[in-house]
């Protein structure tokens, strides 16, 4: 139960994979005192009388994720993470909070990692300096899910905007997450999008986690927006149904679910655990493990759509979206 | 930690009995899950109790034989942190533990310490208030017939919590109860945390029951709900046992 945040400092074993970012870290004269990947055994002793002497690499230490409830509760991450532990000796504790939560206990220091599902917050979080190093994932996507007599009439849709105009003109139950998730925010850009202001009685904000809503959903009749992820792995204990497919089924393109993962910025935090996280990011976007990710099914249906390895390069993953240097705009 | 040790060494059994019984109701734990849910909500709440405890006690005990101006007002302040919601005093904990907060550099975040300091700021005001009424309802003249008999002021004590044994007792149970049955402070704190392959770390079983609940499965929430239950009447039976066996004795 001990943890080593700050005692990474020979990072030999991960040096690999970190020289490819190390050169880009701040260098605040806290941990940062490392080239990656030099190879020599220089002990830095800036722990603080900490004697935390690692001489090899990052075993035993802790690697603290902040994560979303829905990719959490698919039992995704238990299932790829013994991988990772086993090959770095570490261990990851995976904390599930909602995608702003994720992003806020990260912006305080608390995590080293965050992985969500909210690019404007992901955005955000990198102009703000406080994530670096942000690539893009894996997807799924949202559906809108309702009971199957489907009183607004949505079914078949093709705009998930008007399906959502058709729930609310028709005054039908609407569950909402109403609690600052990625799964919300999508729901509340949808709404905009659609040019229709939640209210009223049919509007019901949970503050509750995505299985939570779906069981409300459930129980009261009612729509809700959900990923994909979720509403599979939760699919036998509830009679709700899809009424508006996401993208991978054709759906609208507005209905994708796209995960980032992000480094803390050790030139803001400087406990952060840099080097692990890296290491990270590069095991959990290799080849391998995306293909694991792949593989990782529910009710025998795939949940996740690994994106991060393609030939192609794709620049806009690495920065705040529509960013470019010549705008000046950072 | 021996104590740590000696807490988990029971739920091994307590998992082997709980698996069996899981799935007669379709229900399925990995292995050694509910047994470390239960070491991790043992551990963190038994530890709070006993460091609350040896604040408590003996400051009721002092309340309670003082007389001093504002003694009433410390009385209500006692009694109100008994209403203390477990959310709020997660935030000023998290906020203490946190990486930016006063405590920061001691890297408490997502642990059992920082539950357990969360804990023992719940647990403290219900052990003083109940313990501060038992001593308060102790009969003066038990008082006075220590002092008669050349009693110091430790002796005075002593008589007095061997007077007020019972209330005590009652009142280290409220703060167990209230220890281990809240949920809000221990999921802000300790992140619910559990490793790969299903083993606690900073998970408890209220946490376990509100994550369960939270992916709807809610036949799992109330087999968890069923052992923490189990649990508490096991633990209030053990200290009622052993109470009777103090006085026999």
């Given amino acids: 139960m001990t943890i080593h945040r700050r005692g990474f400092v020979a990072a030999l074993g991960t040096g690999a994979v970190v020289s490819t970012a190390g050169c880009s870290s701040g260098d605040t004269g806290g941990d940062g005192d490392q080239s990656a990947g030099s190879g020599s055994d220089e002990t830095d002793d800036e722990t603080g009388g900490e004697s935390t002497d690692e001489s090899v690499g990052v075993a035993g230490e802790t690697l603290t994720l902040t994560t979303t409830t829905s990719t959490y509760d698919t039992g995704l991450l238990d299932a790829i993470h013994t991988d990772f532990e086993e090959m770095y000796g570490v261990t ?30 992901e955005d955000e979080f990198m102009r703000n300096g406080y994530g670096v190093n942000r690539r893009d994932l894996m997807f799924n996507d949202f559906v809108i899910v309702g009971p199957e007599d489907d009183p607004a009439g949505i079914q078949g849709t093709s705009s998930a905007t008007d399906a959502l105009t058709a729930i609310a003109d028709a005054g039908e139950p609407f569950v909402s997450r109403g609690d600052n998730s990625g799964t919300h925010t999508k729901e509340l850009n949808l709404w905009e999008a659609a040019g229709t202001d939640p209210g009223g009685d049919w509007y019901q904000e949970t503050g509750s986690g995505m299985g939570e809503a779906l069981n409300i959903a459930n129980q009261q009749g009612a729509y809700t927006l959900s990923d994909r992820g979720t509403f599979i792995s939760q699919r036998s204990e509830i009679d709700l149904t899809i009424l508006v497919q996401g993208p991978i089924e054709d759906g609208p393109e507005i209905l994708a679910n796209p995960y980032g993962i992000m480094a803390v910025n050790p030139g803001v935090h400087d406990n952060a655990n840099y080097d692990l996280a890296m290491a990270y990011i590069g095991w959990i976007t290799s080849p391998a493990v995306q293909e694991a990710i792949s593989e990782y099914t529910a009710n025998g249906e795939q949940l996740f759509f690994p ?14 979206e529509g960013w470019s240097s010549e705008s000046g705009d950072a | 930690m021996p104590f740590e040790a000696t807490v988990q060494s029971v739920p091994a059994l307590l998992d082997a009995a709980a698996g069996p019984a899981a799935s007669l109701l379709g229900v399925s734990f990995r292995d050694g899950y509910v047994g470390s849910i239960i070491a991790v909500s043992l551990y963190v709440s038994l530890t709070a109790v006993a460091l609350s405890t040896l604040v408590s006690v003996p400051a009721a005990v002092a309340i309670g034989l003082a007389e001093f101006p504002g003694k009433g007002f410390v009385k209500s302040v006692v009694n109100t942190g008994m209403g203390f919601p477990s959310v709020v005093v997660g935030l000023v904990v998290l906020f203490a533990v946190s990486n930016q907060g006063p405590l920061g550099s001691l890297e408490l975040i997502f642990t059992r310490e920082a539950m357990i300091m969360s804990q023992f700021v719940l647990a403290t005001p219900p052990i003083t208030a109940i313990s501060l009424a038992a001593v308060s309802g102790v009969d003066d003249g038990v008082r006075d017939a220590a002092r008669v008999l050349g009693g110091t002021r430790v002796d005075v004590a002593l008589v007095v919590i061997k007077e007020a044994r019972y209330g005590i007792a009652t009142a280290v149970l409220a703060g167990f109860g209230r220890a281990i049955s809240e949920v809000g402070s221990v999921l802000i704190v300790g992140g619910n945390i559990t490793s790969a392959d299903g083993i606690s770390k900073t998970r408890t079983l209220t946490t376990a029951i509100q994550l369960e609940a939270r992916q709807g499965q809610y036949e799992t929430a109330m087999v968890l709900g069923a052992v923490l239950v189990a649990l508490v009447l096991t633990v209030n039976a053990i200290v009622v046992r052993f109470g009777d066996r103090g006085v026999a004795g």
Avoid at chain 1, 97 to 108: D, F, H, K, M, S
Avoid at chain 1, 307 to 320: C, G, I, K, M, W
């Fill in chain 1, 92 to 121: 990851v504790d995976a904390v599930a909070q909602g995608t702003g939560a994720a992003l806020e206990t990260a912006r305080n220091g608390d995590s080293d990692i965050v992985m969500v599902h909210a690019r404007g917050l």
């Fill in chain 1, 307 to 320: 994106e991060a390895v393609s030939a192609d390069p794709d620049f806009q993953q690495y920065v705040p």
